[in-house]
């Protein structure tokens, strides 16, 4: 043990009183916290090496058999599939100049039905094609979309997806390229259906 003089304050006179102060065997005063501390950490540490065991999945012997179904890879839209080195918008619009011109022809607007306007995003460049997937519609079908910014049209397949109305369509970027519209924004048009 060892004696500490500790000064106190009291009524604005200092007193010095001596108290005793048990310290451990090597003076460390954090010693006590040491025996603390060190079990609790040789727990945690513990813990961390009960980890269970994995198994080993068992492999499996595969034999491919005349009769066993596989699944197909499909070409996207129109039966032409994008290549896989595709890097700009050309690239990957395998249309050919036949089916631009008959995309772009002017339908018969007799049998036209307005559906409205909506927002576009472009859809999925890899799937070829002519079309627009929107929620204006409840079953595919043929159509038309017009960019008012250019005034051009696209005859376009119609293809029902889920939500509002007024939610937003995703177009192919074949029609995007047809009708002009930038590629990098999120361009109104106005679908019909039927033509």
């Known amino acids: 043990m060892k004696l500490v003089r500790v000064c106190t304050a009291r009524k604005g006179t200092l007193m010095a009183r001596e108290h005793v102060i048990a310290f451990a065997a090597s003076g460390d005063k954090y010693s006590g916290m040491k025996h603390r501390f060190f079990p609790i950490a040789l727990l945690v540490l513990g813990a961390c090496t009960q980890m269970p065991e994995t198994t080993a999945i068992p492999e499996i012997d595969v034999v491919a058999d005349a009769t066993q179904v596989r699944p197909k890879v499909r070409p996207a839209g129109l039966g032409r599939v994008v290549p896989t080195a595709a890097r700009t918008a050309e690239e990957f619009d395998v249309t050919t100049a036949e089916e631009r ?81 930038p590629l990098t924004e999120l361009p109104e048009v106005e679908v019909f259906s039927g033509g």
């Open 101 to 181: 011109k008959a995309a772009a022809a002017a339908p018969v607007v007799a049998s036209e039905k307005r559906l409205g306007l909506t927002v576009v995003s472009l859809g999925d460049p890899t799937q070829a094609g002519f079309w627009i997937k929107t929620p204006m519609v409840s079953a595919q079908g043929k159509g038309r979309v017009v960019y008012p910014g250019t005034g051009k049209s696209v005859q376009v397949n119609l293809i029902p997806i889920e939500g509002a109305d007024s939610a937003g369509s995703r177009l192919s970027l074949a029609a995007f390229r047809l009708i002009e519209a």
